[in-house]
Nanobody, 122 residues
Framework: QERLVESGGGFVQPGVSLKLSCTRS????????MGWYRQAQGKERDLVAT???????ISADSVKGRVTISMDNAKTTVTLQLNHMNPEDTGVYYC????????????????WGQGTAVAVNS
């Protein structure tokens, strides 16, 4: 059974860069997309950025120009780099892999990481 392991996060100072990685264990038949969402305290979980195996990306307006998202060739790891961190970037970051387990599956399934907390303060 697949599971996701996230790394990175913690306390960061304003203006620095943050790098988060998320690796999936277990094999899958197909990957639709991978990405990151975040949830600030008292708010809903929102998109940060996603990427498809073709390299198509989507990112939130709040991070455009500051974000880089990448997927490794094995399609097991997604990495997020967010530059010029500011207090509004504080929250719990959740990794997402949307995959199809095998060729007999009826569709893609979203697999979420456990979340990694990021706090931006001086």
């Amino acid at each position: 059974q697949e599971r996701l392991v996230e790394s990175g996060g913690g306390f960061v100072q304003p203006g620095v860069s943050l790098k988060l990685s998320c690796t999936r264990s277990g094999s899958v038949f197909s990957v639709k997309r991978m990405g990151w969402y975040r949830q600030a305290q008292g708010k809903e979980r929102d998109l940060v950025a996603t990427i498809t195996p073709r390299g198509d990306t989507i990112s939130a307006d709040s991070v455009k120009g500051r974000v880089t998202i990448s997927m490794d060739n094995a399609k097991t790891t997604v990495t997020l780099q967010l530059n010029h961190m500011n207090p509004e970037d504080t929250g719990v970051y959740y990794c997402l892999h949307e995959t199809m387990s095998n060729k007999y599956s009826t569709g893609y399934v979203e697999l979420w990481g456990q979340g990694t907390a990021v706090a931006v303060n001086s």
